[in-house]
């Protein structure tokens, strides 16, 4: 069997507004990342896409993952990467959130304004990629990125992995 080919999406978001605050470091991470594929994957078992700051929209990551991901078979690695803020937004009553909250990446809208992707949302998207036989890997270079895929392919929930306070 021949070694998988590679669709590999990489996000890195640096640009954030000022009530979420700018990053640094992200994208270029992400751009590091895209170079190191390029240079260790041949170019006929690679594709590849790159969403930096402003290009990294709900939209885009939703078609990025269903046009490029998408169709992704069983001799085939789907690599998804992201490198950014990650938060936590309010769901309340949602099953599997004890705490009330959903983990998100933040994206960013077309306005240049933050926009959430749900933990729950982004398991969907995984779910998808995952569809045709392709093996997955997901990095979450984040805050709250603990619980961003923990219920991919209807894994039971577990509770949050959180460290207790010290004590002082």
């Known amino acids: 069997m021949p070694d998988p080919s590679i669709r590999a999406l990489v996000i890195g978001i640096d640009a954030y507004p000022p009530d979420t605050g700018a990053l640094d470091g992200c994208a270029n991470d992400a751009r590091a990342l895209a170079a190191f594929l390029e240079a260790a994957v041949p170019a006929e078992r690679l594709a590849l896409r790159t969403l930096l700051d402003g290009e990294a929209t709900p939209t885009a990551v939703a078609q990025a993952f269903a046009e490029h991901l998408g169709g992704a078979g ?3 690695v789907v ?3 992201y490198a950014g803020h990650g938060s936590q937004a309010p769901v309340p009553g949602a099953p599997g959130e004890p705490d009330g909250l959903a983990e ?3 994206l960013l809208d077309a306005d240049g304004a933050r926009a959430d992707l749900l933990d729950r949302d982004l398991g969907a998207l995984l779910d998808g990629a995952a569809a ?5 890997v997901a990095i979450l270079d984040c805050c709250h990125s603990g619980a961003g895929t923990r219920a991919v392919r209807g894994a039971k929930v577990r509770a949050a992995r959180r460290a207790a306070a010290p004590v002082a």
């Open 74 to 76: 069983p001799d085939e």
């Open 79 to 81: 690599l998804v990467t």
């Open 104 to 106: 998100t990446l933040c």
């Open 132 to 136: 045709g036989g392709a093996r997955v």
